[in-house]
């Protein structure tokens, strides 16, 4: 069975940065879409950014030039490097994976905290 698990999180102080891992164990295959989300209190969850199997990615709006997704395909790991962080990126960070050759096709991580403030 395939699980998600996430790293990483934490306080930090706005300008501060901080790196999220998630490895995905259980799966025999590198997932086709590996990406992060975000879900911040009494808010909907959304999209942080995904990176495909072969590397492209995307990145919403509001984390351009401050975030940069990665990932190992080796590893089955993705990362996300989050930089110049705002008070307005706290939230729960959530990994995701996607791949339509499975069954089910998407998974979900436990959630990391991500707490900016001074």
């Known amino acids: 069975q395939v699980q998600l698990v996430e790293s990483g999180g934490g306080l930090v102080q706005p300008g501060g940065s901080l790196r999220l891992s998630c490895a995905a164990s259980g799966g025999m295959f590198s997932f086709n879409v590996m990406g992060w989300y975000r879900q911040a209190p009494g808010k909907q969850r959304l999209l942080v950014a995904t990176?495909?199997?072969?590397?492209?990615?995307n990145h919403t709006d509001s984390v351009k030039g401050r975030f940069a997704i990665s990932r190992d395909n080796a590893k089955n790991t993705v990362n996300l490097q989050m930089n110049s962080l705002k008070p307005e990126d706290t939230a729960v960070y959530y990994c995701?994976?996607?791949?339509?050759?499975?069954?089910?096709?998407?998974?979900w991580g436990q959630g990391t905290q991500v707490t900016v403030s001074s």
């Open positions: 990176i495909t199997s072969l590397g492209t990615t």
């Open positions: 995701y994976a996607f791949d339509p050759r499975v069954i089910p096709s998407q998974y």
